[in-house]
């Protein structure tokens, strides 16, 4: 009994030792992060999401900053539907780079860091959550649908480096009809 509680412990100081080393984007502008963004990378940790690896597509997103420092996001996404259209409402916190937001589908609050970005080329995102256990989703943005190789190496070395596993960490295909919208 007291070795499983030991275990118990070690393994959240172990997660709380991952998520504690990421900070927010040095001197984050919310104005300069405005604009156009294609998701162009993703890790994310679900089991859940294991089946849809393969259907996996780039999406493209635009931030919208609020006069009240709130966010909103709109994301498009192909389906074999066709496009999908989703707004997601990001609420500022008090450290710049970070929001919460609320989502309606899992009826649980993220939280969302802008790990790193140079405003013109690409942006690292990171999304936490807690339910039955944390998951976490690490986001490589691009201006465009093709980022630097040395960006996506950046990517894939940062997701590693918190645990994901490499078939975890995906690059999905251009999306043509992404580049019309």
């Known amino acids: 009994m007291r070795a499983s509680v030991v275990t118990v412990v070690m393994v959240i100081l172990c997660v709380m030792m991952v998520h ?79 929001f919460t937001y609320f989502s309606t589908r899992h009826n649980k609050v993220k939280d969302i860091t802008v790990v790193e970005t140079n405003y013109t080329e690409y942006a690292m995102v990171l999304k936490h959550k807690k339910f039955e256990r944390e998951y976490t989703q690490v986001a490589l943005y691009g201006r465009s649908q093709r980022v630097k190789p040395e960006i996506t190496q950046k990517f894939k070395s940062f997701a590693a480096a918190r645990g994901f596993p490499k078939e975890s960490i995906l690059i999905p295909p251009l999306m043509d009809s992404l580049m019309n919208l």
């Open 20 to 98: 504690a080393d990421i900070q927010p984007q040095r001197d984050f502008n919310l104005q300069r992060f405005a604009g156009r963004w294609y998701r162009v990378g993703l890790a994310y940790d679900s089991p859940g999401f294991v089946p849809y690896r393969d259907k996996l597509r780039i999406s493209m997103g635009m931030i919208t900053p609020q006069p009240n420092g709130n966010v909103n996001l709109s994301m498009w996404t192909m389906r074999p539907s066709g496009c999908q259209n989703k707004l997601y409402h990001y609420e500022k916190t008090n450290v710049s780079g970070q």
